[in-house]
């Protein structure tokens, strides 16, 4: 039996950064509960691809190309969202890209294509919706992908951390902001999550044994484990809820393990 307490069929769900990993994830997971999701990314193949394999599951999904990094083309993904499905409901700002290298060794270039993605593209993205939202007369949920490194940033990822850091803010900020239009913003922290960008690193068995002894839980996410956390948060389920990061990690951050037998 449903419940209607956490229900998103018929939203008009937009999913950036969707067309693989935890994007795609949180996209199928709005897609076999009845919403109607747009999915945007940067290659317009992959993007189909997905979207094809996803509309099998429901409603047919809409793939739309749209490069966050790029502010000229958000207001056109926008507009054409709002053209065929006339509302946002609910937005997840998934896009997002990572390099792990020594902090001095970053390049201008580098830390510029981190953060255009991950905080400056977020921000407008969120805005665009947001403004959206109020025009409308208010209501609808923004869905942040936030990391476990606004709690305790790992090295090697310092303008990651940055621009994660700098979104746990953004989503505060926002809260605090679009409350008063009925508009909810949180966000969702993941852990170590495995996917088809991460398995590579993953598979080091130092890595396994470092993540089997850091992770009460002891496994890596999957990006399914997100999807009963974006439902919540996009559902009357949390309609008290907003300015809030929730941490979705297997327990990493819930303390620190050492290496003493009980």
Not at 23 to 41: D, H, K, N, S
Not at 228 to 253: E, H, R, W
Request: aromatic share 6%.
């Amino acid at each position: 039996m449903s419940d209607e307490l956490f229900q998103v069929d018929g939203q008009v769900v937009l999913v950036s950064g969707a067309s693989r990993g935890i994007g795609r994830a949180l996209a199928e997971g709005f897609c076999r509960r009845g919403a109607q999701v747009v999915i945007t990314g940067r290659e317009q193949s992959t993007l189909d691809q997905t979207a094809k394999e996803l509309s099998e599951l429901g409603r047919p999904v809409r793939a739309l190309t749209c490069d966050v990094a790029d502010a000229e083309a958000i207001p056109q993904l926008i507009q054409q969202v709002l053209s065929e499905f006339g509302r946002i409901d609910s937005l997840l700002n998934v896009a997002g890209v990572n390099k792990r290298k020594k902090v001095e060794t970053f390049t201008p270039e580098e830390y510029d294509f981190i953060l255009d993605i991950n905080l400056r593209g977020a921000f407008l993205l969120a805005q665009a919706v947001g403004r959206h939202m109020i025009e409308r007369g208010g209501g609808g949920t923004i869905i942040n992908i936030d990391s476990l490194n606004t709690y305790s940033p790992l090295k090697g990822v310092v303008p990651y951390a940055m621009s994660k850091a700098g979104l746990s803010m953004m989503t505060r900020g926002m809260a605090m902001e679009w409350g008063e239009h009925g508009i909810r913003v949180n966000a969702i922290a993941p852990g170590f999550i495995l996917t088809d960008l991460t398995r590579k690193l993953w598979s080091d068995p130092r890595m396994q044994a470092w993540g089997d002894a850091n992770t009460p839980l002891k496994r890596l996410g999957q990006p399914g484990d997100l999807i009963g956390t974006a439902i919540f948060l996009a559902s009357p389920a949390s309609a008290f809820m907003t300015g809030q990061v929730l941490y979705v990690d297997g327990g990493i951050t819930a303390g620190t393990m050492w290496p003493i037998e009980l």
